[in-house]
C-alpha cells in the first residue's frame, strides 16, 4: 500500500503519549522524530535544574509548530 504520513495534531494541540517505562518513552520518542514530529520528553524524577531547562527550551520553541509530548507516568 502507499506510504504511512504522520499523522498531524490539530492547530494548537499537543498530543500527551504516557508510557510506563523509561525504555518505552526512548523508543517512542524515537519513532515520532523518524516520522518528523517535533518531540519533548517527560520523566518522573527529573531534578530541579533539568524541568527548569525544558520549560526554557519549550518556551524559545513554542512558535516552531506542533510539538508531541511522550511522558513516564511517575
Known amino acids: 500500500g502507499p506510504p504511512r504520513r504522520p ?3 490539530p492547530t494548537g ?5 504516557l508510557t510506563e517505562r523509561t525504555a518505552h ?3 517512542l520518542a524515537q519513532r515520532l ?5 517535533r518531540v519533548v520528553t517527560l ?3 527529573q531534578s530541579r535544574k533539568r524541568r527548569a531547562a525544558q ?15 511522550v511522558a513516564t507516568g511517575a
Do not use: M, N
Not at 519549550?58 to 509530548?69: E, H, T
Open 43 to 45: 520523566r518522573g524524577g
Open 55 to 69: 520549560a526554557v527550551e519549550l518556551q524559545a520553541d513554542a512558535g516552531a509548530g506542533p510539538q508531541v509530548f
Open 25 to 27: 518513552l526512548e523508543d
Open 7 to 9: 499523522c498531524s495534531p
Open 33 to 37: 522524530r523518524e516520522r518528523g514530529h
Open 13 to 17: 494541540r499537543a498530543p500527551l503519549v
